[in-house]
């Protein structure tokens, strides 16, 4: 059963969209405001986010782009009172997967989350990675070696997540403190550094030489076990 989070200020609304997603067999998860709504993203992962745009606190846009810096790879479908282009063109250049002006048609809802929901199990199975004899699965986050489990931290899992997303380019240090760390700014320390040591460990990879994750100016890159870049 997919799970679905809906975040949306509008009690009434929120209730009545919730149990009629409910009712077409979905578990949903309900959240009042952006704030409280990544926090619950942290909490159950779910599949898929129904997200307001037009909220206090903390808007659907700034809920989004936090989602998505947070790592959350799940289907994100915007809610919004207003239909305009710009709108929905910021919300599919941002990250959003689809856009739904409210009041919206339940069937045409139902349509669209099935539709993302689709898409995204189609995406999650191109998401393991080979290395060699180390096997990772981004979507499960689960890893293996030669066959055997392969015990890797949430952190590690991130950094190779953000490596892959780049496809094969570099990938600034500041950029991973950023999207793995949550840093704002610029940090002076060698944490990236350090855990990359880690993880090539833990991988087989030797840092003299490393054959998957490459040291680049300013950062790091993946590539696969034939040093073509892994996508």
């Not at 077409?24 to 779910?46: F, H, L, M, Q, S």
């Not at 004899?133 to 293996?144: F, M, N, P, Y």
């Not at 949550?182 to 460990?201: E, F, K, M, N, P």
Request: charged content about 30%.
């Amino acid at each position: 059963m997919n799970s679905l989070l809906l975040i949306d200020d509008d009690a009434v609304l929120r209730e009545t969209t919730a149990e009629a997603l409910r009712c077409a067999g979905y578990t949903v998860t309900e959240a009042p405001d952006g704030k409280e709504g990544v926090a619950a993203a942290d909490r159950i992962a779910p599949d898929l986010v129904l997200l307001d745009i037009d909220m206090p606190r903390q808007n659907g846009w700034r809920t989004l782009q936090e989602l998505r810096d947070r790592g959350f790879r799940g289907g994100i479908i915007m809610l919004t009172g207003a239909d305009g282009t710009d709108d929905i063109v910021r919300a599919l250049s941002s990250g959003a997967d689809d856009f739904v002006s409210k009041p919206c048609a339940l069937r045409e809802l139902l349509a669209r989350v099935n539709a993302v929901l689709r898409r995204a199990r189609g995406t999650k199975q191109q998401e393991v990675i080979q290395l060699g004899s180390v096997r990772i699965d981004l979507a499960a986050r689960t890893a293996e070696k030669d066959g055997q489990p392969l015990a890797l931290t949430q952190i590690e899992f991130k950094l190779i997540e953000q490596l892959r997303a780049s496809h094969g380019c570099a990938v600034l240090r500041d950029e991973l403190l950023k999207k793995v760390w949550g840093y704002s700014s610029t940090a002076a320390t060698r944490t990236v550094d350090t855990h990359i040591w880690r993880l090539r460990q833990k991988i087989g990879d030797d840092s003299g030489n490393p054959r998957w994750i490459r040291t680049v100016p300013g950062g790091y890159r993946l590539v696969d076990a034939t040093g073509a870049d892994a996508i």
